[in-house]
């Protein structure tokens, strides 16, 4: 598959919310403890249906070009086939942070 066509969903977690998108990069970032995220897709404005979740997110991100999400933030990352619907869900349960270790300095 090539590069352009990948598709990922990638969930994290905001402000107790989580949110699942739809991307088409997904990088370590630059800045240590960073994940990111590059060409959101968000469904297709002919539908008759819309959804109020994918609205906000649509808002949220329209000028955005990359956005850098902590590592521990990040719930999941999926290679998918299809895009599905992005959306703003509670975070309920435990929804622990993957414990980092620091940077080691040599010397």
């Given at each position: 598959?090539?590069?352009?066509?990948?598709?990922?969903?990638?969930?994290?977690?905001?402000?107790?919310?989580?949110?699942?998108?739809?991307?088409?990069?997904?990088?370590?970032?630059?800045?240590?403890?960073?994940?990111?995220?590059?060409?959101f897709v968000f469904g297709?404005?002919?539908?008759?249906?819309?959804?109020?979740?994918?609205?906000?997110?649509?808002?949220?991100?329209?000028?955005?070009?990359?956005?850098?999400?902590?590592?521990?933030?990040?719930?999941?990352?999926?290679?998918?086939?299809?895009?599905?619907?992005?959306?703003?869900?509670?975070?309920?349960?435990?929804?622990?942070?993957?414990?980092?270790?620091?940077?080691?300095?040599?010397?």
């Amino acid at each position: 598959m090539a590069d352009e066509e990948r598709l990922y969903r990638v969930s994290f977690v905001n402000q107790d919310q989580v949110y699942e998108v739809y991307v088409r990069h997904v990088y370590p970032s630059d800045m240590w403890g960073f994940i990111q995220l590059e060409g959101f897709v968000f469904g297709s404005r002919s539908e008759v249906l819309v959804d109020p979740g994918e609205e906000k997110l649509k808002q949220e991100f329209a000028d955005v070009n990359a956005c850098y999400v902590p590592m521990q933030a990040i719930i999941r990352i999926d290679d998918v086939k299809t895009e599905g619907v992005a959306r703003i869900s509670e975070a309920r349960g435990n929804v622990m942070a993957f414990p980092l270790a620091p940077p080691r300095r040599d010397g």
